[in-house]
């Protein structure tokens, strides 16, 4: 990669903000951007436009979800320096979560083309859903003003459970429409684990597309026995009980009742017209990731 300085943009109200402008401005090999999350977007835009070929996002799923929609499907290189409380991108791909460990990475690694998802033209890198999860974020959301994340997201957890909504749900997979009652529409860029200790994680190795998972059943007791039970059962790349259809497909659609629906991406709420469209978009982002690193290579196999 030939570039002098690599533009750096931070999520200026991400927690780790101050500490990694800090170990980026030392590191002499970036060009740092502190910007407001409405900005993102538009500010790295701009550095493309002006022929950058490598580029470092600071921040969480969130923030690295906006900084690949401008460079996906180009040539331009995405650094990650881990900003967020979770950080499953990065995890996933092998970068390190500790910053100056991260920096060299940014500097020195390897790059490596990964698959990212779409609904209709939003991309998303780790999952989406509808149902539950939405409601979840936005009581978290309001917990964090009091809570820490954590504590925050356990209260969450334990309200939508005694609130449990099902709706009506059409799947189309492969001209055929599959209908439910659910909760819960999760889906998940690559194949993704449900027994533990890693529930939810993308699976190394694992068969690529897109995993969906629908959730059948309103109350919270068949929910659990579900989780309980898939824990207990694991699961293949494609699977149907009475509680669950999970499916590993290119391309799917849902229906639902209203015009919109407000969707989970990455962690963020959007609201978006209906039916929702999803596809898989194959080797569209180019990750800068360690040279050693076989996680992602796997999974890109």
């Not at 055929?176 to 860029?189: D, E, Q």
Request: overall charge neutral; aromatic content about 6%; glycine content about 8%.
């Amino acid at each position: 990669m030939q570039q002098t300085t690599i533009p750096a943009f931070l999520n200026s109200k991400a927690g780790t903000a101050d500490d990694a402008k800090k170990i980026l401005e030392e590191s002499g090999h970036f060009e740092v951007h502190s910007v407001e999350p409405d900005k993102l977007k538009s500010s790295i835009q701009a550095e493309v436009d002006k022929g950058a070929k490598r580029i470092l996002i600071s921040g969480g799923d969130g923030s690295v979800a906006t900084a690949a929609s401008v460079v996906v499907n180009s040539d331009v290189e995405l650094a990650v320096l881990p900003g967020g409380t979770l950080n499953h991108f990065a995890k996933d791909n092998g970068i390190p979560t500790d910053l100056k460990e991260a920096v060299q990475v940014a500097v020195n690694g390897t790059t490596r083309k990964v698959d990212v998802g779409f609904v209709h033209e939003r991309i998303f890198l780790n999952t989406s859903s509808i149902g539950a999860y939405v409601t979840f974020v936005r009581v978290r959301e309001r917990f964090e003003k009091t809570f820490g994340y954590r504590i925050a997201s356990a209260l969450a957890f334990i309200r939508i459970m005694t609130r449990l909504r099902p709706v009506g749900v059409k799947v189309e997979v492969d001209g055929k429409m599959n209908t439910y009652r659910s909760p819960v529409v999760f889906v998940g860029v690559g194949q993704r684990e449900l027994k533990m200790p890693s529930l939810g994680s993308r699976v190394t190795g694992g068969e690529r597309g897109l995993q969906v998972i629908v959730v059948s059943g309103s109350s919270a007791a068949r929910v659990l026995a579900l989780a309980f039970a898939a824990v207990a059962r694991g699961t293949r790349s494609a699977s149907r009980t009475p509680d669950m259809d999970s499916f590993i497909v290119e391309k799917f659609s849902i229906e639902l009742r209203h015009a919109s629906a407000n969707v989970a991406v990455d962690g963020e709420i959007v609201v978006m017209e209906t039916p929702l469209e999803y596809r898989i978009a194959r080797e569209a982002l180019t990750v800068v990731v360690p040279s050693d690193s076989p996680l992602q290579q796997d999974n890109q196999g």
